[in-house]
């Protein structure tokens, strides 16, 4: 994808395009593109709240969990709660 053609797709989904929304999560999980996907969260894009926990967990990243867990993202907080219960050798 060009530059021009993903500036296109990202002017479409700030205007409410979700079809652009949708194509911006899949390229940015694709990418790895957490910020890209931070900035879909923000906007209300569930599923790009659901790929950053994803990608999260891929990529080991503590922090993001925390943090999307204190933004109440219940995936999160249930990612981090199994680690921890891992951790302490209390699993399920």
Wanted: proline share 0%; hydrophobic share 45%.
């Amino acid at each position: 994808m060009t530059d021009s053609e993903l500036m296109n797709l990202r002017s479409r989904a700030a205007a409410g395009d979700t079809d652009a929304v949708d194509q911006l999560v899949e390229l940015a999980g694709e990418r790895g593109d957490m910020e890209e996907l931070r900035q879909l969260a923000a906007a209300g894009s569930h599923d790009a709240a659901d790929q950053l926990v994803q990608l999260a967990i891929e990529f080991d990243d503590m922090d993001e969990l925390r943090r999307l867990a204190a933004t109440g993202n219940q995936d999160a907080v249930d990612v981090l709660a199994e680690l921890i219960g891992e951790a302490s050798g209390t699993t399920d």
